[in-house]
């Protein structure tokens, strides 16, 4: 198969373009969506392609309006802690309304948001709330790590029949990546084997899942032979996924940039120790922020992040 | 299917009657919720001329957007009390299986869609309507029923706003009850009319009587024209009295007595009994009979939501993801 390299961030608009394309009834707008992406206006038009503004609640009610009624919007809501303002269309009108309505209506919506370490801009602007929306019934949630997944599980939101929340990790955004050619479709759900070990299972998603690369790395060197999961879909979770590879290694260290409490992490030790506990050689450890704003300044917005040497010392410890 | 067109008879006698309907529908909801037949709901008592009046202005390709005071637009537009009342019993016959409840029933085979009960929910999903009957080509118009408490939060400027600057085909009909849950309007704004904020961005707006049945019906039909023919949006304020509590049971402590007897004294369907019989529409007994079918159609409606059955334990969570 043929590949190129793309940034993730080019990846999404790739991947959203091709959709529009295949579907007329795909539709987007944002916050300076049109601005920012003219081959998008000039390819599809004005009507397609809008600006909104500055409100994210009234953007997402509209996706969520537009969604039951026939179209298929992609909304761009920028920066992740700007979803407090949209939080009751999301949560309320898209993830609710299917089962209140006894199933009349559907919402297949995607709206993208961006979080994490990488640009220095503080506390409001990154702040890794994925877990909020785990919580929240009838919307699904990714958080891809690839190039190519960027791409894949864009094309997947848009189909899906589901509002689902697209979160893209800021420090990953501009980093070439390859991307295969073609209708190439990432299924919500199901989590990716990065490596192959037989010790520990790291299990992460987003930006740490490359920390869990260079820790398996590290680890290599002491003898240690770690597995990567990537798991992409937050909610579905791919249980199978993550339980097939803990029982092939019984010990498990569930690493995320978002804070350890009630976080995605905590699902998935939990998962692990309720359906797997028998085989555990170790207790289930979680590697992850802490209970606080990130903060802007560079070193203290690097240290919120699980880096290798730490995500390689929890490994270690459980494997001695 | 029942279609709007078979339902909706514009005459003022129909009027009438679809006002009584409604009245006698939720007298009869407070009446079983204090039975303790049901869980809770909301009334629209008082505010039934303007239900009426809009809806009737309204054709088959419109859609609805309502709130929590919902059954006046459902009956108007033609809902089926039996099953509307079976929904607020959380009965399985209800139009959402009983999981929606009196506070969020939507009937999309009539038209009247995402119903939501968060206040200003669906003042943010009615721009996404327009929206689709815009770029779909569908012809209607989005008319999406709130009132002045729903007005005062951000949303509602929200969707204004957006609706102006995209030129999207939605009526906002703003039902200025004077009440905000337990807290009167005047506490919470320093205008009277909700359409002086519609004005401000940019959109065309008018306030009616919305007690006089005929006078909404007349404004709502400008108001549709001018949607039809420009595409834009219009705000048509309904001024209005929501004459019971908020809430049922409601002992109103709360409420100035003397506001709420001089609204009483213009209740809009005691005033349009008194027209038409003074002018010769309707004589007394062609008027008794009309309440004798409106009764026995709720007396029906109760049995059937009382005797029908409540949803199996397997819809806890059938229907949550498509």
């Known amino acids: 198969m043929t590949t190129n390299m793309i940034t993730p961030d080019q990846a999404m608009v790739d991947g959203l373009a091709e959709e529009m394309r295949r579907d007329p009834r795909v539709i987007t707008f944002g916050e300076g969506t049109a601005t920012k992406h003219y081959e998008l206006v000039e390819e599809f038009g004005r009507k397609r392609v809008r600006n909104t503004p500055l409100a994210e609640g009234i953007i997402a009610g509209t996706a969520a309006g537009a969604a039951a009624t026939g179209l298929r919007p992609v909304v761009d809501l920028l920066f992740a802690p700007f979803l407090t303002f949209a939080m009751e269309e999301l949560v309320n009108s898209a993830g609710k309304l299917r089962f209140i309505s006894g199933g009349q209506f559907s919402f297949p919506m995607v709206a993208i948001a961006r979080t994490g370490a990488g640009w220095a801009v503080g506390g409001q602007h990154n702040h890794n709330i994925e877990s909020w929306f785990v919580h929240s ?137 309720e359906k797997a506990f028998s085989q555990l050689k170790a207790p289930v450890v979680r590697i992850t922020g ?15 992040v699980p880096q290798p040497d730490r995500i390689a010392a929890a490994a270690r410890r459980i494997c001695a | 299917m029942t279609t709007v067109e078979s339902i909706v ?90 999981k929606s409840g009196s506070l969020h029933i939507s009937v999309k085979e009539i038209g009247v869609i995402l119903t939501s009960t968060i206040v200003g929910g669906e003042l943010s999903l009615a721009t996404g309507v327009g929206l689709s009957l815009q770029m779909l080509e569908m012809q ?54 909700i359409s002086e904020w519609g004005a401000r961005y940019g959109i065309r707006t008018a306030t009616v009587d919305g007690n006089d049945v005929e006078a909404v019906a007349a404004a709502a039909r400008d108001a549709v024209a001018y949607i039809r023919e420009t595409g834009k949006p219009f705000l048509l304020e309904t001024y209005t009295y929501r004459l019971r509590g908020h809430m049922e049971p409601d002992d109103q402590a709360y409420v100035d007595k003397e506001e709420l007897s001089r609204w009483r004294s213009k209740d809009p369907i005691t005033a349009l009994e008194r027209k038409l019989v003074t002018d010769g529409v309707l004589t007394a007994t062609e008027l008794a009979a009309m309440k004798e079918t409106v009764r026995k159609k709720v007396e029906a409606a109760a049995q059937f939501a009382i005797t029908s059955p409540y949803p199996t334990l397997d819809q806890l969570t059938a229907g949550v993801y498509a």
């Not at chain 1, 704003?293 to 560079?298: D, I, L």
């Open chain 1, 137 to 273: 019934p009838g919307i699904k949630v990714v958080m891809p790590s690839t190039a190519a997944d960027f791409k894949g599980l864009m094309k997947s939101a848009i189909r899906d029949e589901n509002p689902v929340m697209f979160f893209a990790d800021i420090g990953l955004l501009h980093t070439p990546g390859e991307v295969p050619e073609g209708d190439n479709v990432v299924p919500i759900g199901k989590a990716a084997l990065r490596r192959e070990g037989s010790d520990v299972s790291l299990i992460s998603y987003g930006k740490t899942v490359g920390k869990c690369l260079e820790a398996a790395n590290l680890l290599l060197a002491e003898g240690i032979s770690a597995e990567v999961i990537d798991l992409r879909s937050l909610k579905p979770l791919d249980e199978a996924g993550v339980l097939s590879s803990v029982l092939k290694t019984g010990r498990a260290v569930v690493v995320h940039e978002a804070s350890g409490i009630c976080g995605v992490g905590a699902e998935v030790a939990a998962i692990i120790a």
């Open chain 1, 290 to 304: 802490p209970d606080a704003p990130p903060a802007a300044s560079y070193p203290l917005e690097q240290a919120f």
């Open chain 2, 9 to 98: 008879d514009r005459s003022v006698t129909q009027k009438l009657e679809t006002m009584l309907l409604i009245r006698t529908f939720e007298e009869k909801s407070a009446e079983l919720k204090a039975a303790g037949h049901s869980p809770s709901m909301c009334t629209s008592v008082g505010q039934e001329a303007s239900a009426v009046g809009v809806i009737s202005a309204l054709d088959e390709r419109d859609l609805i957007l309502t709130n929590h005071r919902s059954a006046g637009h459902l009956l108007a537009r033609g809902a089926d009390p039996n099953r509307v009342m079976a929904e607020i019993h959380g009965k399985a016959t209800g139009y959402c299986g009983g």
């Open chain 2, 140 to 193: 209607g118009i989005a008319t999406v029923f709130f009132g002045d408490g729903a007005a005062t939060e951000g949303i509602f400027h929200e969707s204004v706003n957006l609706a102006a600057v995209w030129d999207l085909p939605v009526l906002y009909v703003c039902e200025n009850n004077q009440w905000q849950a337990y807290v009167h309007r005047k506490e919470t704004m320093r205008i009277d009319h």
